[in-house]
């Protein structure tokens, strides 16, 4: 099946700085979204994006659909940024998930 | 953005009851799912449904779990009965298609004791 490979597994960061996390996938995708789970457990939708680049607020997103790999960038890191973020990927609406990104930005 | 509201956000349940999770997913979307997430542990599909009917089920999907949407109201997950190895946090899902963006609940934490 579908395999999800998130990197790195942790990142600590001071409040400022920039963060780069990486998505790798095993076979091609039709839908490809980044979430963001709160230390509540609550999960947000960040960016719906099976290729190209997207921008929203501090965040931007590359998808390269051949290379079968996405990238979440997020700009001047601030400590509500902490928290989970997952990369998924779906070609029948089916969700497969990765294990996340566990992001500590500290002040 | 869209929201998916899930009802209630924590249940408490003896083992081998009954117990229904409510989700009110978002108001045009054609397309419903149930994920699980254990603590811990990565999110996985259980379910799919459009159109009436289940169209997807993966293998935590057991016989005892029931999905339906009766006349638009609830989109709704039954375990009957549940076991301890139910518990976990539950999250709804909602799309327009099936290759459109998905927003999920904030999930209902269920508890078998």
């Known amino acids: 099946g579908q395999q999800v490979q998130q990197s790195p597994s942790s990142l600590v960061l001071q409040e400022g700085e920039n963060a780069e996390l990486q998505c790798n996938f095993s076979s091609t995708a039709t839908q490809l979204q980044w979430f963001y789970q709160s230390p509540g457990g609550s999960l947000v939708s960040l960016l719906s994006n099976p290729s190209g680049t997207k921008h929203t607020g501090r965040l931007t997103s590359t998808t390269v659909t051949k290379e079968r790999r996405s990238s979440l960038h997020i700009s001047s890191s601030q400590t509500t940024d902490s928290g989970t973020y997952l990369c998924a990927i779906a070609n029948t609406g089916k969700l497969t998930f990765g294990d996340g990104t566990v992001l500590t930005v500290k002040p | 953005g869209p929201k998916v509201l899930q009802i209630p956000s924590h249940q408490i349940i003896d083992m081998g009851q009954m117990v229904t999770l409510n989700c009110d997913p978002v108001s045009n979307h054609l397309y419903f799912y149930w994920y699980k997430q254990i603590l811990g542990q990565q999110m996985e599909f259980l379910v799919n449904?459009?159109?009436?009917?289940?169209?997807?089920k993966s293998k935590l999907f057991k016989d005892q779990f029931s999905v339906e949407r009766p006349d638009g109201s609830y989109f709704t997950l039954k375990i009957q009965p549940t076991a301890l190895e139910d518990s976990a946090v539950y999250f709804c899902?909602?799309?327009?298609?099936?290759?459109?963006?998905?927003?999920f609940g904030k999930g209902t934490r269920l508890t078998v004791v």
């Open positions: 899902a909602s799309s327009l298609s099936g290759n459109t963006e998905v927003f």
């Open positions: 449904f459009y159109n009436g009917k289940v169209m997807e």
